[in-house]
């Protein structure tokens, strides 16, 4: 990649590449333990989380502030007809890469929910997956790079 324009600064994060997926370590809210991410370049939202990741999250909010509900939408181009559960928050969740160097990149994930589906998804892999980010994560970056064979994700970001 050519180098950042002037002003602009970087940071890069080791990503996991595990069938053909990108997985990010992350820190939500104020949660302290690294946690995985699945970025999925053809989602259009900007985050969804974890059932559990968002039942735990939502405990320490007010009982006001998140409702669970069945939806009866398919979530994705996989999925099925039908419904799931979701719990829908009225605030935002923070979401901070878990790098070494660089900036720190931290962004709200807001709108947000937490999906059944997503345990679903985890049971494909040997871990718990706590979040899946979509596009609108990568659009805050003026550049972005991946780069498959040394697996970092690079992000191009403007002085503010």
């Known amino acids: 990649a050519p180098p950042p324009l002037e002003g602009d600064m970087t940071t890069s994060v080791p990503f996991h590449l595990f069938q053909g997926y990108i997985f990010l370590p992350v820190l ?6 690294v946690e995985w991410a699945m970025l999925d370049t053809g989602a259009a939202p900007l ?3 974890s059932l559990i990741t968002a039942r735990e999250l939502a405990r320490k909010e007010n009982v006001d502030s998140y409702k ?14 039908g419904t799931f559960r979701a719990l829908l ?18 962004m709200e994930l807001d709108p947000i929910l937490g999906a059944s589906i997503m345990e679903d998804l985890s049971q494909d892999f040997d871990f718990q997956l706590s979040a ?6 990568l659009a805050h970056a003026r550049r972005v790079t991946i780069d498959y064979p040394h697996q970092i994700l690079t992000l191009e970001l403007a002085n503010q």
């Open 28 to 33: 939500l809210g104020d949660r302290t333990r």
């Open 47 to 49: 985050g969804i989380l």
């Open 68 to 81: 669970e509900v069945d939806l009866p939408l398919p979530l994705g181009v996989g999925s099925k007809n």
């Open 89 to 106: 928050f009225a605030f935002s969740i923070d979401l901070t890469l878990a790098h070494p160097q660089g900036i720190p990149f931290l």
């Open 132 to 137: 899946l980010v979509g596009m609108p994560f």
